[in-house]
């Protein structure tokens, strides 16, 4: 590889938010989320979201149930989601303040199913908790008062006001709690309202 087709590769990855680390670690997450998928069905029983199973004591499907998904194609969607989400938003906020923003949308889903949709038994995947991260981006680009920080904020706005009243349009046979994309939408913007993002564009 010649030097000059390094620089190229280094500045795509930099205008995607992936140099250095960080991208480092959201391969090995991305890689992470569909070996589970692809493994089979184990993961997902032993790590799911499931009321009477939690009821009983195991505590730790309400952190582990937003990692593991229905199938593999269901963890495809959810990586495509997260690169994106990474494209546009990763250094809006320092990465503490991602970790609290993700922590308090899983939080937010895993009441909100708890104590609201007590009849929701299982749940699995990672779309609840990338709305909070969208709501939380969106947020962000509205305080630069950029254009795109409007347009996300409507959409994803209309999106949750449309999937509560039916089903998804692409969810085909695979069933989507939808509840939980309110949930984590909410959780995740109301830690963000609380932190500093940054102030100007990259």
Known sequence: ??????KRIASWL???????????ALCAFLAGLLLA???????RALLGYERGAIAAGEYWRLLTAHLVHFDLRHAALNALGLLLL?????????PRHWVAIIAASIAAIDAGLWFLDPAIEWYVGASGWLHGVLA??????LRRREADGYLLAVLLTVKLA????????????MPVVVQAHLYGAMGGLAVALCLPSRREPL
Not at 136 to 141: D, I, R, S, V
Request: a positive charge.
């Open 1 to 6: 590889m010649t030097p000059r087709s390094r």
């Open 14 to 24: 930099a205008s995607v938010n992936g140099d250095g680390w960080k991208g480092v």
């Open 37 to 43: 998928a692809a493994v089979g069905d184990a993961p």
């Open 86 to 94: 990474w494209a546009l938003f990763s250094r809006d906020y320092r």
């Open 136 to 141: 939380a981006g969106a947020l962000a680009h």
């Open 162 to 173: 449309v999937e509560q009243r039916g089903a998804l349009p692409l969810a085909g046979d």
